[in-house]
């Protein structure tokens, strides 16, 4: 089995920074692609950043700037810091991994439970 997990949300006034981190555990051979998506009340569910396995990094127009993806391959870890907090920002933040398992050779894509980001005013 896999388990991804988030964690490092939180309320926090605008301006500052907070870094999320998403961990994968289990039954892993390689961890490809992770993308962090966020969910404000009432919307979708939109992609905010990802990094491949090559480290090339995508970021959604609205954080560029002022939010960074990076990994930690020896802990399957990935981390989204985020500078410059708006309150727009305010959404549960969920982590999107593919991840290839030592007992198959098939990529399959995991979720988090999500972590809530506040940013007030």
């Known amino acids: 089995q896999v388990q991804v997990v988030e964690s490092g949300g939180g309320l926090v006034q605008a301006g500052v920074s907070l870094r999320l981190s998403c961990s994968a555990s289990?039954?892993?051979?390689?961890?490809?692609?992770v993308g962090w998506y966020c969910q404000a009340p009432g919307k979708q569910r939109e992609l905010v950043a990802s990094?491949?396995?090559?480290?090339?990094?995508m970021y959604a127009d609205s954080v560029k700037g002022r939010f960074t993806i990076s990994r930690d391959n020896a802990k399957n870890t990935v981390y989204l810091q985020m500078s410059s907090l708006k309150p727009e920002d305010t959404a549960v933040y969920y982590c999107?991994?593919?991840?290839?398992?030592?007992?198959?050779?098939?990529?399959?894509?995991?979720w988090g439970q999500g972590t809530q980001v506040t940013v007030s005013s």
């Open positions: 289990g039954s892993i051979f390689s961890i490809k692609r």
């Open positions: 999107q991994a593919w991840i290839m398992r030592w007992s198959s050779d098939m990529l399959s894509d995991y």
């Open positions: 990094i491949a396995s090559d480290d090339t990094t």
